[in-house]
């Protein structure tokens, strides 16, 4: 049973959904099905140490969706 990411088209919502089989999903907020699957980093474990989600690139951000252009939401 995966979890991918969404963004709702209608609400403008970022959310993370647990998908069975061949469940519709369906936006948690305003119950919408007009929904685009984002790309996520899958979390790793190598050798004890746990992959960052959130790699900083050169131009500021981390490459995410949720991120855009003007840098990454997960930097301080």
Do not use: W
């Not at 979890?3 to 403008?12: I, R, T």
């Amino acid at each position: 049973m995966p979890l991918y990411e969404y963004h709702c088209l209608d609400c403008n919502e970022p959310f993370e959904l647990l998908v069975r089989g061949s469940e519709t999903p369906h936006c948690p907020d305003c119950e919408g099905t007009r929904l685009e699957k984002l790309l996520s980093a899958p979390a790793a474990h190598i050798g004890g140490h746990e992959l960052p989600i959130c790699q900083p690139m050169p131009a500021g951000g981390c490459g995410l969706p949720q991120c855009g252009t003007g840098g990454c939401m997960m930097e301080d």
